[in-house]
């Protein structure tokens, strides 16, 4: 199978990525700028970095309360600073704004800023950015919060809470006016430090009314959004959630093939200018997931472990997948193969314990960022080479890492 590249395929609105996609012509009267920051966290310390990526300068210093995992919104004006083992959520201003004009975008820049605004609950962990929203899921409360982001550039929290029936490791995601929720089993007994196994996803309309049935997906775990699509890892296969009519969103099981190895995906990631899903699939194999094909499903089997995979949303068919030997290797999504792969990092053993530090990846403007906590640095790889071009020292062991960032016209 081959992901196809049909016109039909491709998202009209490639504005959704212009936080990271490269700017079209602009203009004559008008000058470019283009502006990069990554934002790092500390593996031990807590602490939120923010850095010109260009120029390797920090632009601010956070403190708050624990280890933190990073997530950048839809817009990237804001970046979620998540403690799960602290019950809080902290969101900074990234300073980078993008306003479409048709012809060309307009880039604004101006201070990082950690927001006044904190959002507490018990055990936060997965936050989905969306559109003009986040929604912030409370694993041990049984809720997730939509928050929208406008009133936190202006030091407000506007919220809508959606009930999740129980506490669970889950996770929520809108679909036009409706939000779809993971769904716990209600029937086991659990102990208090545990919580119990998912087995399915319902759809919930504006009104927190349940829509249809619940589509079972078991041991529901990674979502992710492309095109007008959604998609959730089940130990099935992939579950599919397609915007419907007055009924709401379809929900369409992908299982996997028959041919497949025992495992399934549990992270996946969505590609924004051309419709797909890349997931893992275990811990040495990636899965490319083409819902509309009729076989959806290619298997890359990778030499050593996945120790982090990103897309490049600039470069659509390229994905970066580091392995536990330190090599990053260049994953073609249309041809379903590794072209290229390069030396990065020393050698980082997936065994341990699962948030032992390791590096992650961030991509900015043709090049990956990767956060090195053994030696405080962020190697900085061209993405065509990858060749290690410069280093970024970050003192501490610099963990979780985004990046924001694009060209625009300055007026």
Known sequence: MRLSLTR??????VAATLVFAAQGALAEDHETQE?????????????????????????GRYDVKGYAALTASASGQTVFATQSDHDVVHVIKTGIVFSDHGEH??????????????????????????????????????????????????????????????????VAVTLGRYVLVSVPNTE????????????????????????????????LHGEATSARLVAF????????????????????????????????TGTLLGGKAMQFFLGNYGEDKVVLIDPDSKQPYRLVEL????????LDPATPRNAYILTEDGDLHV???????????GKVTEPYSKDGHWRDPRPRLAVADGQIAITDPRHSLVRVIDAETLKETRTIAVEGQPFSIVAIGGSGASH
């Open 303 to 310: 030499p050593t472990r996945r120790v982090d995979f990103r």
């Open 188 to 219: 086991v007994e659990t102990k208090p430090d545990e919580l119990p196994p998912r087995v399915g996803l319902r759809v919930i309309d504006e009104n927190g009314h349940q829509v249809g049935d619940i589509a079972k997906c078991t041991d």
């Open 331 to 341: 994953l073609d999504v249309v041809k379903g193969e590794i072209v290229r792969k």
């Open 233 to 264: 890892g089940c130990k099935e296969g992939i579950l599919i959630a397609r915007p419907g009519g007055i009924d709401g969103p379809k929900l369409e099981m992908l299982p996997y093939p028959a041919d497949f190895p025992k495992g399934h």
């Open 35 to 59: 502006v990069w920051r990554i934002f790092v966290a500390d593996h031990t310390h807590p602490v939120v970095r923010a850095i010109d990526f260009s120029e390797g300068k920090e632009l």
């Open 105 to 170: 975008r307009d880039l604004g820049v101006s201070d990082v800023a950690l927001i006044p605004v904190t959002f507490e609950g018990k055990r936060p962990v997965h936050v989905v950015p969306h559109d003009d929203h986040a929604i912030l899921f409370y694993d041990r409360d049984g809720k997730a919060d939509i928050v929208d982001e406008a009133a936190l550039l202006e030091g407000k929290a506007e919220v809508r809470t959606v009930d999740a029936t129980k506490p669970h490791h889950g």
């Open 8 to 13: 039909s395929r491709l998202l009209t609105a």
